[in-house]
């Protein structure tokens, strides 16, 4: 099992995209902010990641550490995590076959715990 570590708190969905509307055509966007934390993210990864990237399937823990007990979805925190590691741990995100979520609180070290775990390519 390979764990990193993200700093700081993870932002929601609502928080890094924006949608526009350009005719009939809606168009889905990162902002500003959001890229600069994906790139953050993606630099924390490499530090810590030294492996090949992983091509199996993959089952992923993601440990949230908030910084304060304001209320949170939690299903909204954790797209830009994923995406930030493809590429990087893994070849894309769409080999995450099973996803598991826990929120908990630290006000003295915020961050984001990520543990990737690869899985049994074989049938039974």
């Known amino acids: 099992m390979e764990t990193i570590t993200l700093s700081g708190e993870a932002k929601s969905t609502q928080s890094i995209y924006r949608s526009v509307c350009m005719g009939n055509h809606p168009r889905t966007y990162m902002t500003h902010d959001g890229k600069a ?7 924390e990864a490499k530090s810590q990641y030294h492996k090949p990237v992983i091509t199996a399937p993959v089952a992923v823990t993601i440990r949230f550490y908030f910084g304060t007990k304001r209320t949170r979805d939690l299903d909204n925190q954790n797209k830009l995590i994923l995406d930030a590691l493809s590429g990087i741990v893994y070849k894309d995100d769409k080999q995450i ?3 598991h979520l826990y929120k908990d609180y630290n006000k003295a070290k915020p961050r984001i715990e990520v543990s990737i775990i690869e899985l049994f390519r074989g049938g039974i």
């Open 37 to 43: 934390l994906k790139e953050q993210y993606q630099w």
């Open 97 to 99: 076959q099973e996803l």
